[in-house]
C-alpha cells in the first residue's frame, strides 16, 4: 500500500471548550494555526527522509472545515498553491448526533445512561442520531483500500483511531479509547503507524 502521511487537524475553538465537533465545525485556533506550521515542518523532514519533495504525493481533506482549515495552512508552509487537493466525504469524522457541541459533562448531565453504555462498548456505540466507530472504519476502510499513491491526508481524531483499527494495529476497542494528538505527523506503512512531532 501507498505510505500515508496523516495529520489530524489542528486545535479548535471546540477542542479548547472540551466540545464534541463530530461533524459540525469550530474554527482553528491560534495554537491549532501553529500547529499547521509545526506539521508542515515535520512532513518537510519526512518527505526529504523518504526521497520526496512536497509537490510529490497526493494531498486530500476530509471534506470539514477544520481539515481543510489544515490542510490550506499546510499547503500554504510547503510553499504549495492552496489548489488542487482531493476532498473526501468519507475522511468525514464520527458523527455524535445531538451530541454535537456538547461537553461530556453536558451529555452526563442530561444522558448519563447512554455515556455509562458508551463508556463500556465504546466501539459498538451509537450516538443518539450518529454512528458508531464500527461505522466509520467501514467507510473509512473503503476509501483506503482505494489509494493509489501515497498521500497526504488532513482529517480528524475518529477517522484515525477507525483506520488503525481497520488495519489490525490496534483492537477495535483499544484504537477507539487511543490517542490521537494535535501537531504531530502519523506514518502509516503497511500495517504499521508511526508518530512524529
Not at 12 to 34: H, I, K, M, P, Y
Not at 47 to 72: I, Q, W
Not at 142 to 160: F, I, K, P
Amino acid at each position: 500500500m501507498p505510505v500515508l502521511y496523516y495529520v489530524r487537524h489542528g486545535e479548535t475553538v471546540w477542542n479548547a471548550e472540551g466540545r464534541l465537533q463530530g461533524q459540525q465545525d469550530s474554527a482553528l485556533s491560534a495554537t491549532g494555526r501553529t500547529q499547521a506550521v509545526k506539521c508542515a515542518a515535520i512532513l518537510t523532514e519526512l518527505l526529504a527522509r523518504d526521497g520526496k519533495t512536497p509537490a510529490d504525493p497526493a494531498y486530500v481533506s476530509s471534506p470539514l472545515g477544520r481539515a481543510r482549515a489544515m490542510m490550506d495552512a499546510l499547503r500554504a508552509a510547503l510553499g504549495l498553491a492552496p489548489d488542487p487537493y482531493g476532498i473526501e466525504p468519507r475522511l468525514a469524522e464520527i458523527a455524535f448526533g445531538r451530541w454535537e457541541g456538547l461537553t461530556l459533562a453536558d451529555i452526563m448531565a442530561r444522558e448519563p445512561a447512554a455515556l455509562t453504555v458508551r463508556e463500556h462498548d465504546k466501539w459498538n456505540f451509537l450516538p443518539p442520531g450518529g454512528e458508531s466507530y464500527a461505522q466509520v472504519a467501514a467507510r473509512v476502510g473503503e476509501w483506503y483500500g482505494e489509494l493509489a499513491r501515497d498521500s497526504v491526508v488532513t482529517a480528524h481524531g475518529g477517522t484515525a483511531r477507525a483506520l488503525i483499527a481497520h488495519l489490525g494495529i490496534m483492537p477495535p476497542e483499544q484504537a477507539a479509547n487511543s490517542d490521537v494528538a494535535q501537531g504531530v505527523v502519523y506514518v502509516f506503512e503497511g500495517k504499521n503507524v508511526a508518530r512524529y512531532g
